[in-house]
């Protein structure tokens, strides 16, 4: 069975930064994506960053150059590192795990349907 269970969210000032990660069990294939997703209050969940087995990485348009997406395979663990924070990063942020992924990560769009196991999520705020 499949399990994500993240942490290190928190507050922090604009400008500061925070590493989320996201501890996975249960798979049983030799190839999957990993992403992190986010969920303002009263907005849609957006995609923030993918990656796959191969550590290929891909990334939303308004996280970009900021966050950076990593895996450390000795333990099963998926990281976001996020700087230059800003009060719009402000939201609840989810692991989520697609465990048979064979479409290529640059050609797999980083939305919740591509994505088939949730974490319960961290959250994220961010004070000016």
């Known amino acids: 069975q499949v399990q994500l269970v993240e942490s290190g969210g928190g507050s922090v000032q604009a400008g500061g930064s925070l590493r989320l990660s996201c501890a996975a069990s249960?798979?049983?294939?030799?190839?999957?994506?990993m992403g992190w997703f986010r969920q303002a209050p009263g907005k849609e969940r957006e995609g923030v960053a993918t990656?796959?087995?191969?550590?290929?990485?891909r990334y939303a348009d308004s996280p970009k150059g900021r966050f950076t997406i990593s895996q450390d395979n000795a333990k099963n663990t998926v990281i976001l590192q996020m700087n230059s924070l800003k009060p719009e990063d402000t939201a609840m942020y989810y692991c989520?795990?697609?465990?048979?992924?064979?479409?290529?990560?640059?050609?797999?769009?980083?939305?919740?349907?591509?994505?088939?196991?949730w974490g319960q999520g961290t959250q994220v705020t961010v004070s000016s």
């Open positions: 989520a795990a697609r465990p048979t992924c064979i479409v290529p990560i640059q050609f797999l769009a980083i939305i919740p349907n591509n994505f088939g196991y």
């Open positions: 990656i796959d087995s191969n550590g290929r990485t």
């Open positions: 249960g798979f049983t294939y030799s190839t999957y994506c």
